[in-house]
C-alpha cells in the first residue's frame, strides 16, 4: 500500500469514526503516530478534511427535537457566476444545513431546519422565496430519518450494528 493508498484509508476510517485513537488508527495504516497526525494536519488545511461531526438522534429527546425540510428551488442563474451566488445567498442563512446543486427539474435543494414547521414556513416564504434569483420552492417535511450520514437511528443497538462496514 502506498502513501496515497494509506491517506485514502485514513480518510474512509475517520469518515466512519472521527474519534478513533490516533494508536489505533496508525496501527490500522501500518503507520507511526507521528505520519498518521502530519496526514491529517495536511488534510486539514487542504480543507479536505472539511469538519468534524457527530450524528444525534434527536428524536431521542423530544423537547430539542428540531423540524427539517428539504426545499427544492428553481433559480435564475447569474451571468458570470452562474448558481454560485445565489448559493452563497441562501447558505449563509443559519436555518441552511445544506445546500446543492441538482440535476433535474429544480436547481438547487436546501436543507433547512426550525423548531416548528411555521418557523421553516415563514423561512421559506420571508428569507427564501424574496430572493430576486429564486423562481419557485417547493417545501418537503422530513417526517422520520431512519439513516443519516450513514448511521441508522434505529430504536435500539441491535439496529445500529447490523451495518457491516468495509
Known amino acids: ?3 496515497d493508498e494509506k491517506v485514502i484509508r485514513v480518510l ?6 472521527a ?4 494508536s489505533t488508527l496508525a496501527k490500522m495504516v501500518n503507520l ?3 505520519d498518521v497526525t ?3 494536519k495536511d488534510l486539514e488545511e487542504k480543507n479536505i478534511i472539511a469538519s468534524y461531526v457527530s450524528v444525534i438522534n434527536w428524536s431521542k429527546l423530544t423537547e430539542q427535537e428540531m423540524v427539517t425540510a428539504l426545499i427544492d428551488v428553481k433559480v435564475t442563474p447569474k451571468r458570470g457566476v452562474g448558481f454560485d451566488d445565489v448559493a452563497e ?3 449563509r442563512f443559519p436555518q441552511v444545513k445544506s445546500v446543492y446543486l441538482m440535476s433535474g427539474a429544480f436547481d438547487l435543494s436546501v436543507e433547512v431546519e426550525g423548531k416548528t414547521m411555521l418557523e421553516v414556513a415563514s423561512f421559506v416564504s420571508d ?7 429564486v423562481i419557485s420552492t417547493s417545501t418537503h417535511f422530513i417526517l422520520k430519518k431512519f439513516k443519516h450520514d450513514g448511521v441508522i437511528l434505529g430504536e435500539n443497538e441491535k439496529d ?3 451495518i457491516i462496514q468495509p
Open 89 to 91: 445567498r441562501i447558505y
Open 38 to 40: 502530519e496526514i491529517i
Open 160 to 162: 445500529r450494528r447490523m
Open 12 to 17: 474512509e476510517i475517520i469518515e466512519n469514526n
Open 1 to 3: 500500500m502506498n502513501l
Open 19 to 22: 474519534r478513533i485513537p490516533l
Open 127 to 133: 428569507k427564501l422565496a424574496t430572493i430576486d434569483s
Open 32 to 34: 507511526s503516530e507521528a
